[in-house]
Each structure stands twice: as structure tokens, then as C-alpha cells.
């Protein structure tokens, strides 16, 4: 009679029923989970795997709604600036521009990269991992670009041009008129729904998604 895998040392089990924690390197059984519960770590405490329900679905929402945002976030204005009788607004895009035209061409570059370039790239590697898991098709593509994705990851700065928008218009306040643009909230838009979708998109569920495991994504 075949043994369970509970009865098993660790030594015995397969790769696939193993976890090792990301902080401490605990290795451990996997655990397995029902729909919006998590596994921490038992040395550490560092949350291991969480199992979100209708991962795929609300995910994809909110890719769609982030690259709806996308558009208005960094080219309509996110705030209009009255100095000395002149009147600007001022967009993401303008702000590259500006920089660029100003002579700092390699700030211009990392702005466009960090705030425009790599979070449109993160979304779209979002979408296709998403598209190749709920349609089951070409998972050797969605595995590429989900790897493509977490290279990506460090390098969006949404935040970062977030709280220098915020600086900004807290310095400027006083010195000039100062009205905040409908850009504004749809950058803060698009910020939230990419937060909300690094928690909805569950690492190990779209990992086990893309390696054949429909019960995964449920
Ligand atoms: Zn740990």
C-alpha cells in the first residue's frame, strides 16, 4: 500500500510538495489552501503563499483598468501652474520633455524609463500572462514573460514620481497659483491599481497556473 505524503520525512517528498521561505530558508511541506487563506512562515513569519480567489478574473479587471488609466495619467495635466503672469500645465510627459530640453538628457531617460516606459512594459507582461492562463494556450510564453515581469518589477517608480509631484505642489504652493489636474487623480488611480494588483496576483498561483495546474487559478 502506497504511503501519504504526511506520513513522509522531507527528504522523500517531491520537489513540488516542498517550500522553502524566501527570508530564512526554512524548508517545509507545501501547504495546500483554501480560497483567501495565507501560509507564514513558522520561524520567521514572512507570509509564504496566499491563495486568492478568481485570481485571473480580478486580476484581469484591474490590468484593464491600469492601462485604461495609463493614457490620461501621463498625458493630461496633473497640475496648472500660474508664476510671474505664465501659465503652464504640466504633464509626465511634459516633464520629460522639459528635462530633456533643459540639457539633462540622462535624467529625462530614467524619468521616461522608471515612470512611463517599464510600467506600461509591466502591465502588458501582466495582461499576456493573464490572457495565456485564462485561455490555457502558449504557457511557455506566459512563463517568459512572467519572468520578464519580476526583472521589471524593481525598476517601476510609480511611487517614487508620486511623492516628487507631491513635494512639488507642497514647495510651489505658496510661490505661484496652483491648481491640480485631472491627470493628478488618474495617476493616483493607476497607482492603486497596481498595488491592489501585486497583492490580487498571487506568485504562486499564476506559477502554478502556467505549469498546467487549472485548480490554481480558480
Ligand atoms: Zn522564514
Partial sequence: MPDSLESRP???LPLEELLACHECDL???RPSLG???KACCPRCGYELVVHRAHMVRRSLALVITALLLYVP?????IMRLTLLGQTTHDTVWSGVVGLYETGMRTVAALVLLCSMVIPLLKLLCQLVVLLCIRHGVARRTGILFYRVYHRLR???MLEVYLMGILVAIVKLIDMAELHVGV???CFIGLLLAQVWLEVTMSSHQVWDALEGDADACA
Avoid at 73 to 77: E, G, I, M, T, Y
Fill in 27 to 29: 524548508l517545509m511541506r
Fill in 10 to 12: 522531507l527528504s522523500a
Fill in 154 to 156: 524593481e525598476w517601476g
Fill in 183 to 185: 491627470g493628478l487623480a
Fill in 35 to 37: 480560497e483567501e487563506q
Fill in 73 to 77: 495619467a501621463n498625458f493630461l495635466p
